[in-house]
T-cell receptor
Framework: GQNIDQPTEMTATEGAIVQINCTYQ??????LFWYQQHAGEAPTFLSY??LDGLEEKGRFSSFLSRSKGYSYLLLKELQMKDSASYLC????????????WGAGTKLIIKP | DTEVTQTPKHLVMGMTNKKSLKCEQH?????MYWYKQKAKKPPELMFV???????INESVPSRFSPECPNSSLLNLHLHALQPEDSALYLC??????????????FGPGTRLTVT
């Protein structure tokens, strides 16, 4: 199977920085995606990594190491509205390129 | 227009009812998806339509029947559901093509309760 592993829950302080890690099996890797999902709402697309390195989008950055099967989502200058679940999802060549989802990391921001 | 719309927002149905969920997008996307999501779980893929043809059916029970009338619309017909089918049903769309399918745009979902 293609396991996508990420921590279940993390807590951080408003204004700080938090890093959410994601690991996956490297065989057949095609691309890695991060989504944000607020409670009771639909997921929203945050970022896409296909090559090694860091992709930056405002306060959010996503990093990928294909050889290590590892990614992280970095959130800077945390705001209360960043409290949400963050889902790591991967496409593989042998899964018809459909998204294989991690279980999600619930991020709790404290004042 | 980067919006995917879904109707209804909430639906309560009995186990003998027939109902339909509707989804619409006007982003020119040629891949559309139905997902089921239970609380505190990631979305679970049900069906994929690519260029209006059903390309993936993830062994979904026949009481769920998808339909793609045209490139903008996606329906999910429901019949004889079970209480365990209660969940958030999400529609999503994306560009078609291997590298594009991961960037998906989701509708707000239909919260379904089966009594």
């Amino acid at each position: 199977g293609q396991n996508i592993d990420q921590p279940t829950e993390m807590t951080a302080t408003e204004g700080a920085i938090v890093q959410i890690n994601c690991t996956y099996q490297t065989s057949g890797f095609n691309g890695l995606f991060w989504y944000q999902q607020h409670a009771g709402e639909a997921p929203t697309f945050l970022s896409y990594n296909v090559l090694d390195g860091l992709e930056e989008k405002g306060r959010f950055s996503s990093f990928l190491s294909r050889s290590k099967g590892y990614s992280y989502l970095l959130l800077k200058e945390l705001q209360m509205k960043d409290s949400a679940s963050y889902l790591c999802a991967v496409t593989f060549m042998d899964s018809n390129y459909q998204l294989i989802w991690g279980a999600g990391t619930k991020l709790i921001i404290k004042p | 227009d980067t919006e995917v719309t879904q109707t209804p927002k909430h639906l309560v149905m009995g186990m003998t009812n027939k109902k339909s969920l509707k989804c619409e997008q006007h982003m020119g996307h040629r891949a559309m998806y139905w997902y089921k999501q239970k609380a505190k779980k990631p979305p679970e893929l049900m069906f994929v339509y690519s260029y209006e043809k059903l390309s993936i059916n993830e062994s979904v029970p026949s009481r769920f029947s998808p339909e793609c009338p045209n490139s903008s619309l996606l329906n999910l017909h429901l019949h004889a559901l079970q209480p365990e089918d209660s969940a958030l049903y999400l529609c999503a769309s994306s560009q078609a093509g291997d590298r594009a399918v991961g960037e998906q745009y989701f509708g707000p979902g239909t919260r379904l309760t089966v009594t």
